[in-house]
């Protein structure tokens, strides 16, 4: 089976200048959830839309689920769910009118009863966007992107600014989303948002950030923060030109915390 996600020697350059993605070798295999860690800057975000097909790469190659962005385009869209860190969405729309709608741009979306259940927001389907919570409307914000029924779903500071119940809520879906078969690519902007939570329990975190003498090799793969499945204590380890795998580097340090 091919990986779910996979680049390599991915480059991107402005005005043959500034170089904001510089080598990166990635593979994310079908059913992890993988987090990108980094300050603003970093590269992040340039690296999610060139993964989610917004942005064309200077050089290198993208292959989602084994099919290129450029031969595959339609096809790879509907295997996608993204929700942005700020996800605009109409105040004037109920909740429910919002999922519908974008159940309407895919050609098997999930149901919207079934959306609003798993999101916890049935109670919430007929009020107005404009009158949700902040973790409220966080929650429509992945509805939008699981109503989709995707096989990867992309998710960009999914916690940012929510309180601790919320934030737990949203793990527990991104949790049983991985569970059903599902990737999940998270990106923050430092470990800061996820230590002490329930992503550190079943994730794998690569710092596109890392100071310079920790840096591999051509820019490529930094720092890796690996976090079994059983949600033990993270280790850290440099990892030269290979995807990060905690239990690889468990093995590596002989098992040290």
Known sequence: ???AIQCRDLRKTYDGKLEAVRGLNLEIQAGECFGLLG???AGKTTTIEILEGLLAPTSGEVTILGKSWRNHEREMREWLGISLQETRLSEKLTVRETIELFASFYREPRSSAEVLAQLELTEKADSWVGKLSGGQRQRLAVATALVCNPKILFLDEPTTGLDPQSRRQLW???RQFQRDG???LLMHA?????TG???AAYATYLDLGAPEEQRVARGELEIAVGVAARGETPVTCPRRGVRPNANQY????????
């Not at 430092?190 to 996820?194: C, I």
């Not at 590596?252 to 915390?257: S, V």
């Open 1 to 3: 089976m091919p990986a």
């Open 39 to 41: 300050p603003n800057g």
């Open 172 to 174: 527990d879906i991104i």
């Open 182 to 184: 599902g990737t999940v």
């Open 190 to 194: 430092g470990a800061q948002h996820l």
């Open 197 to 199: 939570g329930q992503a």
């Open 250 to 257: 468990r093995r590596a340090t002989g098992g040290r915390r």
